[in-house]
């Protein structure tokens, strides 16, 4: 065998990319101090555009994002591109009309603004709800779905000859291992950095899965083997996949029309803007303009996307016609290991490796900070110095990192990545975010409204999304996302009644500390309305007006295939 075909090649890439990163991102940040709440948690305030994005973009495109997106487009085609494309009317958003405020705040921290705006009570139960989805969702899934990866890439349990269960196992220690290393001991810019490097070696990688998946489809539909070819059979085999724009009645993992600028606008102004995870990124910005940038370029950076995390998936559907594909997560690394040329392998596998890694850590560092300034210091210890909370903050991670690691394993008998995680925190993202909205923008808000709100819109959404659906099977059929829609209507409504019989004695106003300079980005909107017109383009180019153009949806032709089965058991 050519060596550079041979396993051992794979692992000496694999292990000479992952090291460089490690050591670039080491030299960059050795003289840092991180002994201080701003050097630890938000890089010192130093953060640039361009690191920004890169950042957003790598703690957003991680292996679940690559395996759950690809495993929901396997069965329902461009219509999964809906999470994707979107985000960038939310980053928009981000940029010109949040993140002003939030830097004018000074703050390290989302829940740090709710004790500004409400009460210290509010602060604790976003922080906690925010934790708990952290430790027993977000982590736990990161974990589970990188090890798909390599798994299924690598044959590892077949390789070692141990069962499924035990070879994700292994690769979610070793994971979490690294990662904490980097979230515990290098703090938010060792954490950027790594982000930067990693995200330009996933788009590099990451485009040569449908570069060489086209070459695949063509070959395995007849053809001549030719790039070329591959993405004719792609734009015409079967043009349904290409589609999406969804009736308005289809249910997940199908993406409603109408979804587009209610439910999943909602979920992905919580995600984008409210999530600590994200949000820490634009907090370490040196100032307002460098994070305008670093949001709208990353909102560019989403609508291209879809060529990573939804194309393969199409591929797969287009190779394999009529496969069972389950949940669809197998679909992703099947393509990798089945069309990716050994001697890059080990590439691709480190930047791979690199996108859990920096979704990981980021995850954990983000727990450590909202742990450490939010919980502990306010209850345990105010008088507390900088270098005794990041202390706290890393001693915590630890535990996370620990506890999210004997959960993830367990994510094997979930199903599928990405409709688990999305309707999961669907629970908690709406009534948060309605709080951060409400708070910013009406002033007589008082602090009870946000500790009613939140409690009931949990309540409510579990009893529509777990409870009604049992009793009512109808509603099997409607999408949480349009739940999500209904609720953060009726969460505004109570803001008002609440407002109206209990409004806050003072006015509320929020004041500059000045933390970082807030002079905006001169041509931001400009750049900002350019990548919204991109993103029409791509629904345009992805919809019946384009290359989506066919007498059924996937989720017709779906409906038709279980009637046929069903047709088809009942005569044997």
Request: proline share 5%; aromatic share 12%.
């Amino acid at each position: 065998m050519n060596f550079v075909n041979s396993m051992a090649f794979t692992a000496i890439t694999f292990v000479a990319f992952t090291a460089l990163v490690a050591l670039i991102s080491w030299w960059k940040t050795r003289g840092d101090n991180l002994d201080t709440q701003d050097g630890y948690y938000l890089g010192g305030r130093s953060l640039t555009g361009p690191v920004i994005a890169g950042s957003l973009l790598m703690t957003n495109l991680s292996a679940e994002q690559l395996v759950g997106n690809n495993g929901q487009a396997v069965r329902v085609g461009m219509s999964t591109m809906g999470w994707e494309v979107t985000s960038a009317i939310a980053l928009v958003i981000l940029a010109f009309v949040l993140m002003p405020k939030y830097l004018k705040t000074g703050l390290t921290t989302v829940p740090q603004f709710f004790e500004q705006r409400y009460d210290e009570g509010t602060r604790r139960l976003v922080s906690i709800i925010v934790l708990l989805s952290y430790v027993v969702i977000m982590l736990p899934n990161i974990l589970y779905a990188g090890a798909q990866v390599f798994v299924n890439i690598f044959g590892i349990d077949e390789m070692f000859g141990i069962s499924r269960f035990a070879a994700i196992a292994i690769v979610c220690v070793a994971t979490a291992i690294i990662g904490s290393i980097y979230a515990i001991f290098g703090g938010l810019k060792a954490i950027a950095l790594s982000d930067s490097i990693n995200g330009l070696g996933l788009i590099v990688g990451g485009l040569l899965v449908p570069v060489f998946g086209f070459m695949f489809l063509s070959g395995q539909l007849g053809g001549d083997g030719s790039f070329m070819d591959g993405f004719d059979k792609f734009l015409h085999t079967n043009p349904s996949y290409l589609n999406a724009i969804n009736e308005v009645n289809t249910p997940e993992p199908w993406l409603p029309w109408p979804l587009l600028f209610t439910g999943l606008l909602v979920n992905n102004m919580y995600y984008w803007a409210t999530n600590q995870s994200i949000i820490q990124r634009t907090f370490g910005a040196k100032n307002l303009k460098e994070a305008q940038k670093g949001a709208v370029f990353a909102g560019f950076l989403k609508i291209m996307t879809p060529l990573i995390i939804v194309v393969p998936g199409v591929i797969c559907a287009l190779a394999y016609p009529g496969m069972d594909w389950g949940s669809g997560d197998s679909a992703y690394p099947m393509l990798v290991a089945e069309v990716m040329p050994k001697p890059i392998l080990g590439f691709f596998a480190a930047v791979m490796f690199g996108a859990i890694l920096s979704s990981f850590n980021s995850v954990l560092n983000s727990a450590s900070t909202i742990y450490a300034l939010d919980i502990h210091r306010p209850l345990f210890n105010p008088t507390a110095s900088d270098a005794r909370m990041v202390k706290i903050g890393q001693n915590f991670g630890t535990v996370v990192a620990v506890v999210s690691t004997i959960m993830s394993p367990f994510m094997l008998y979930m199903g599928g990545i990405t409709s688990f995680v999305n309707s999961a925190f669907a629970a908690f993202n709406t009534p948060i975010f309605v709080c951060l909205l409400c708070g910013f923008f009406w002033k007589k808000v008082p602090a009870i409204a946000a500790k009613i709100v939140i409690p009931v819109h949990v309540v409510l959404y579990f009893i529509l999304q777990f409870g009604l659906r049992n009793v009512i099977p109808a509603l099997n059929n409607i999408h949480y996302l349009y739940f999500t829609a209904i609720l953060f209507v009726f969460d505004m409504l109570l803001m008002w009644v609440i407002v109206k019989k209990h409004p806050r004695a003072t006015d509320f106003e929020l004041k500059d500390v000045g933390a970082v300079d807030l002079t905006p980005w001169k041509n931001g909107k400009i750049w900002a309305t350019v990548t919204l017109l991109i993103m029409v383009l791509a629904y345009v180019i992805f919809s019946p007006l384009g290359f989506g153009k066919s007498e059924k949806t996937t989720y017709q032709n779906y409906l038709e295939n279980q009637t046929t089965a069903s047709v088809s058991d009942s005569v044997q």
